[in-house]
C-alpha cells in the first residue's frame, strides 16, 4: 500500500506560479511512475502530467505543455509539479498518482493504484 500526500496549492493570480509537492511512503519510490491530474465540479478527471519511475520519461496534456513541468526526488520519495503562466482556467483539485512503472508514463487515470488527497488550487483573474 502506497499513501501519497500532495501539498502547495493555494490562491494565486494569474500568471503565477505555484509548486505541488506529492511525499510518497512507498520503500521503492524509483518503481513508480507519478502523475498529476485535475478535476472541477462536473468534469471528468483530468490527465495533466506524468514522470517515470527514474525521471527519465515525462509526459504532458497539451493544455499544461510548456507551462507546468514535473519532476522528481526520489531520494525525498517527493514528486514535484512546477506550475507557471497560470491561467483561471487551471482552477481545480490536483492530485498526484502512483503506478508500478520504472521507465513508462500513463496519461490514464484507470492506469493508476494509488491516489493523494487532493489539494486545491484557484487562479484568479
Known amino acids: 500500500q502506497v499513501q501519497l500526500v500532495e501539498s502547495g496549492g493555494g490562491l494565486v493570480q494569474a500568471g503565477g506560479s505555484l509548486r505541488l509537492s506529492c511525499v510518497a511512503s512507498?520503500?521503492?519510490?524509483?518503481?513508480?511512475?507519478m502523475g498529476w491530474f485535475r478535476e472541477v465540479p462536473g468534469k471528468e478527471r483530468e490527465f495533466v502530467a506524468s514522470?517515470?519511475?527514474?525521471?527519465?520519461?515525462?509526459y504532458y496534456a497539451d493544455s499544461v505543455k510548456g507551462r507546468f513541468t514535473t519532476s522528481r526526488d526520489n531520494a525525498k520519495n517527493t514528486a514535484y509539479l512546477q506550475m507557471s503562466g497560470l491561467k483561471p482556467e487551471d482552477t481545480a483539485v490536483y492530485y498526484c498518482?502512483?503506478?508500478?512503472?520504472?521507465?513508462?508514463?500513463?496519461?490514464?487515470?484507470?492506469?493508476?493504484?494509488?491516489w493523494g488527497q487532493g489539494t486545491q488550487v484557484t487562479v484568479s483573474s
Open positions: 498518482a502512483a503506478v508500478v512503472g520504472y521507465s513508462r508514463v500513463y496519461s490514464t487515470a484507470g492506469a493508476y493504484d494509488y
Open positions: 512507498a520503500r521503492t519510490f524509483s518503481s513508480y511512475a
Open positions: 514522470i517515470s519511475g527514474i525521471g527519465g520519461s515525462t
